[in-house]
C-alpha cells in the first residue's frame, strides 16, 4: 500500500513535470512578447516615450490629450461606424450565400471555388485593386456609373463616401471567408431535423426560422464576435486606399489608423500606446457584453 | 398538382443560381480587372471612355515591377517566415494542447484561462513594446523579427486541445501499458490522429502570416526584408500611381496562395471552417 502510494505520488510528480515541460515554450513566449508587452505598453501610455531617449513619466497627460483631441473622437466614432456597418451585411451576406451553396444544386462546387478567392487574397493587395476600381478619374466603378448615366463619385476623397467606400471593400473581403464558416456550421446538422419537419408540413421559411438558425446560432454568435473584434481593429485597406492627407482620411480614419500614425509615423509612441490601451478597454467590454448576451440568446441542446 | 410544384422547385433553383452568380461575379470582376489592367500601357489605363481589353497582351509593367522592386526577396521572406511559423506554432501549439488536454498539472485551469483572455487582448497593443524589444535585440530589420511574435498562438492551442479531447482516452490508458511515456503518447499515439487538424492550423496560421500587413511594416525597414504584403504598400506613389504597375505587381503578390488554394481547396476550406468551431 505504502509502495503504491508512494509510486502514484512518483508518477504523478513525472506527469505535472511533463506538463509543465511541454507548456513550457509557448508560456515563455507568451510571458515575452504578451504579457510583458501589454504592461510595458500600459507603461508607455503614461510617459512622453518617442523613438529615442528614455520615456519620462507623465501621469495621465496622454489621457488627456487624447480625451481633448478631435482628431481621436473622428477616430473612435468612424470605428464604430465601420462596426455598424460592416458587420451586419457580413453576417446577413455570408449567412445567405452558406444557405444557398448547402442546398446542394448543381455547380454549388464552381459557385464556392470562386466566391471564395478573396478570403486567400492579402488585404494589402485588395486594397490596391480596389483602389484602382474607385479611382475617380480612371475607375471602373465610375465608368460604369458613366455608362449609366449616373455621376461619378470621388469614393476615396470625399468625405461622405470615403468610410462607405471602405466598408464596402471590407464587407466585400470578409463575407468570403465568414460563408464557409456557416457552410461547416449548416453541414453540421442533422438532415433527420428537416426530415421530421418535412413530414409535418413544414415550409422552407419553417425550416429556416425554426431549425437553421437556432442550431446554428452558436457559430452566429462567435463568427459576429470575430467580426466585430475584427473591424474594430480596421486598419489594412485604409492604409492602402487613403493617403494620410488625403481629404478622405479624417472621414476613414480608425483607431487603429490613427494609432499608426501617431505611433509610427510622428513618434509618438506613448500617446499611441494610450490609443491601444482605449481599443483593448473597448474590446474587453464588448467581448463582456456579447458573453452576456449569448447565455440569454444561443440555442443549446441540452 | 406534381408539375406546378416541380416548376416551384425549379423556379426556386433559378433565384439561387441567379444570386449564386452575382456574388461570383462580384467576387472575381476585381481581379479579372486587376489581370487586364496589368497587361495595358499607362495611356491605355487611362483612356476615357474606358478599354476594357489591353490593344496588346505584353508583359512590360511585370517587367517593370519586377526590376523596380526586389520581388525575389518578397516571395523568398514571405514562404520563409510562412513555413517556419507553421511548423514552429504547431509544434509548440501541439505539445502545449495535449498538456492542456491530458495531463494534470497544479494550477492548469487557471494558467489555461489566463492563456484564452490573452485571445481578447488586441495585437497592437503589443506592438510598441514588442518593436523595442526587437530593437533591443538587434532583430529589427530581419526575418526572425517576422517569425518569433507569431510562434505563440493561443488560439491554435485551444482548437489543438478541442481536438485531442476528443480522442478516447483508452488510447493513453493502452499505450501506458505498454511502457508509453507522456511525451511518447503524444508524439507516438495522439499526434498522427490529429493530422486533419494540423492541417487545418497550419492553413489558418498561414493564411495569417501571408495576410499581415502592419508588424512587417513596423519592424523591417529596408525593402529587401520586407514581405509580398509590405512590398506592396511600396507600389503607391507618394505623388504619381501608375496603375498598370500596381496591378502588375498585385498580381504578382496574390497568385501563389490562389494556385495554392486550387490545388488543395479542400483542405483550405476546412482549416477555415475549423475557426469557427466553438468551445
Redesign the interface.
Known amino acids: 500500500m505504502a509502495i503504491k502510494n508512494t509510486f502514484m505520488k512518483k508518477s504523478?510528480r513525472?506527469?505535472?513535470?511533463?506538463?509543465?515541460l511541454?507548456?513550457a515554450?509557448?508560456?515563455i513566449?507568451?510571458l515575452?512578447?504578451?504579457?510583458?508587452?501589454?504592461f510595458?505598453?500600459f507603461y508607455?501610455s503614461f510617459t512622453n516615450?518617442s523613438a529615442f531617449g528614455n520615456p519620462k513619466f507623465i501621469g495621465l497627460a496622454n489621457y488627456e490629450k487624447l480625451f481633448h483631441s478631435d482628431k481621436f473622437y473622428a477616430a473612435l466614432g468612424n470605428t464604430f461606424l465601420y462596426v455598424l456597418l460592416c458587420v451586419p451585411f457580413v453576417i446577413a451576406i455570408s449567412l445567405?450565400?452558406a444557405v444557398?451553396?448547402n442546398?446542394g444544386?448543381n455547380?454549388t462546387g464552381f459557385?464556392?471555388?470562386?466566391?471564395?478567392?478573396?478570403?486567400?487574397?492579402?488585404?494589402?493587395?485588395?486594397g490596391?485593386?480596389?483602389?484602382?476600381?474607385l479611382?475617380y478619374?480612371?475607375g471602373?466603378l465610375n465608368?460604369i456609373i458613366?455608362?449609366l448615366g449616373g455621376q461619378p463619385q470621388a469614393w476615396l476623397s470625399d468625405p461622405n463616401y470615403v468610410l462607405l467606400s471602405v466598408s464596402a471593400v471590407l464587407i466585400?473581403a470578409d463575407v468570403?471567408?465568414r460563408m464557409?464558416?456557416?457552410?461547416?456550421?449548416l453541414q453540421n446538422i442533422p438532415k433527420s431535423l428537416y426530415e421530421a419537419a418535412e413530414i409535418d408540413g413544414a415550409n422552407n421559411r419553417t425550416k429556416f426560422f425554426k431549425i437553421t438558425l437556432p442550431m446554428l446560432s452558436?457559430?452566429i454568435f462567435?463568427?459576429t464576435l470575430?467580426e466585430i473584434?475584427g473591424v474594430?481593429?480596421i486598419?489594412?485597406f485604409i492604409?492602402?486606399m487613403i493617403?494620410m492627407n488625403s481629404s478622405g482620411m479624417p472621414a476613414a480614419r480608425s483607431l487603429?489608423s490613427y494609432?499608426?500614425e501617431e505611433?509610427?509615423v510622428r513618434n509618438n509612441?506613448g500617446y499611441?500606446?494610450a490609443i491601444?490601451?482605449i481599443?483593448?478597454i473597448i474590446?474587453?467590454i464588448i467581448?463582456m457584453i456579447q458573453m452576456k448576451l449569448q447565455k440569454k440568446w444561443v440555442f443549446t441542446e441540452s | 398538382m406534381e408539375r406546378s410544384q416541380n416548376f416551384s422547385i425549379r423556379k426556386h433553383h433559378i433565384g439561387t443560381h441567379l444570386v449564386l452568380i452575382l456574388a461570383v461575379i462580384i467576387s472575381i470582376v476585381p481581379f479579372l480587372w486587376m489581370i487586364l489592367t496589368s497587361f495595358k500601357t499607362y495611356e491605355e489605363s487611362i483612356r476615357i471612355p474606358l478599354t476594357v481589353w489591353p490593344a496588346q497582351w505584353n508583359l512590360i509593367n511585370y517587367i517593370t515591377v519586377w526590376n523596380k522592386f526586389p520581388f525575389l526577396n518578397f516571395y523568398f521572406n514571405t514562404f520563409f517566415v510562412m513555413v517556419v511559423v507553421i511548423i514552429g506554432e504547431l509544434i509548440i501549439s501541439s505539445m502545449a494542447a495535449y498538456a492542456f488536454a491530458r495531463l494534470n498539472f497544479p494550477f492548469k485551469n487557471a494558467i489555461f484561462i489566463f492563456c484564452l483572455s490573452l485571445m481578447m487582448v488586441p495585437s497592437q497593443i503589443f506592438l510598441i513594446p514588442q518593436y523595442d524589444l526587437m530593437v533591443k535585440a538587434g532583430l529589427n530589420d530581419t526575418l526572425i523579427a517576422l517569425i518569433l511574435p507569431r510562434l505563440f498562438n493561443v488560439f491554435s492551442v485551444f482548437m489543438l486541445r478541442q481536438f485531442f479531447m476528443t480522442l478516447p482516452r483508452e488510447l493513453d490508458d493502452a499505450a501506458k501499458i505498454d511502457g508509453c511515456g507522456f511525451f511518447g503518447i503524444y508524439y507516438q499515439i495522439l499526434l498522427p490522429l490529429l493530422k486533419p487538424a494540423l492541417v487545418s492550423v497550419a492553413i489558418l496560421s498561414g493564411l495569417s502570416t501571408w495576410k499581415d500587413l502592419l508588424w512587417p511594416l513596423i519592424v523591417n525597414n529596408s525593402m529587401e526584408k520586407y514581405t509580398l504584403s509590405a512590398g506592396l504598400a511600396l507600389l503607391i506613389g507618394e505623388h504619381t500611381t501608375i496603375y498598370p504597375h500596381v496591378m502588375a505587381g498585385s498580381f504578382l503578390a496574390v497568385w501563389p496562395m490562389i494556385l495554392l488554394y486550387f490545388l488543395a481547396q479542400k483542405q483550405f476550406v476546412e482549416g477555415i471552417a475549423f475557426s469557427g468551431i466553438k468551445g
Request: no cysteine; charged share 10%.
Open positions: 504523478a513525472k506527469e505535472a513535470r511533463t506538463g509543465y511541454m507548456i515554450p509557448l508560456m513566449g507568451l515575452i512578447f504578451s504579457v510583458r508587452s501589454f510595458v505598453n508607455y516615450k445567405l450565400l444557398l451553396l442546398k444544386i455547380l459557385y464556392r471555388t470562386l466566391i471564395f478567392i478573396p478570403a486567400v487574397t492579402m488585404p494589402a493587395a485588395i490596391l485593386i480596389w483602389k484602382w476600381i479611382n478619374e480612371f471602373l465608368a458613366r455608362i466585400w468570403s471567408l464557409i464558416v456557416f457552410l461547416a456550421g452558436p457559430t462567435f463568427v470575430m473584434i474594430f481593429q486598419f489594412d492604409y492602402l493617403p487603429v494609432f499608426y505611433a509610427f509612441r499611441g500606446s491601444t490601451v481599443l483593448f474590446i474587453f467581448t
